[in-house]
Nanobody, 123 residues
Framework: QVQLVESGGGLVQAGGSLRLSCAAS????????MGWFRQAPGKEREFVAA????????TYADSAKGRFTISRDNAKNTVYLQMNSLKPEDTAVYYC????????????????WGQGTQVTVSS
């Protein structure tokens, strides 16, 4: 079992930055991939970024490329999402998730989820 706890959300003006954190505990292992997803009201949950614990391979949604950076600290079992140049359309609940196998991009591939943290970007 893996427990995930997100933090770092909040209210920021357009153009600003936030850093989200996801602390993992329980049975974490090197084969896991950690992902960030987001869900805006009335919309489906969508992929933002993912990283592998082992070698730090990263992949991003087109909407995140060039603005967001995912990273991990293996010693702290923590994954981060640095978000810069935020836009109002980035407003959503952001979720951290962990998976063993399957697609990086499909939320159905992920086995464990955090409770989410709200990010609101004002114009």
């Amino acid at each position: 079992q893996v427990q995930l706890v997100e933090s770092g959300g909040g209210l920021v003006q357009a153009g600003g930055s936030l850093r989200l954190s996801c602390a993992a505990s329980g049975r974490t292992f090197s084969g896991n991939v950690m992902g960030w997803f987001r869900q805006a009201p009335g919309k489906e949950r969508e992929f933002v970024a993912a990283i592998t614990w082992s070698i730090g391979y990263t992949t991003y949604a087109d909407s995140a490329k060039g603005r967001f950076t995912i990273s991990r600290d293996n010693a702290k079992n923590t994954v981060y999402l640095q978000m810069n140049s935020l836009k109002p359309e980035d407003t959503a609940v952001y979720y951290c998730a962990a998976r063993k196998s399957g697609s990086y991009y499909d939320p159905r591939s992920y086995d464990y989820w955090g409770q989410g943290t709200q990010v609101t970007v004002s114009s």
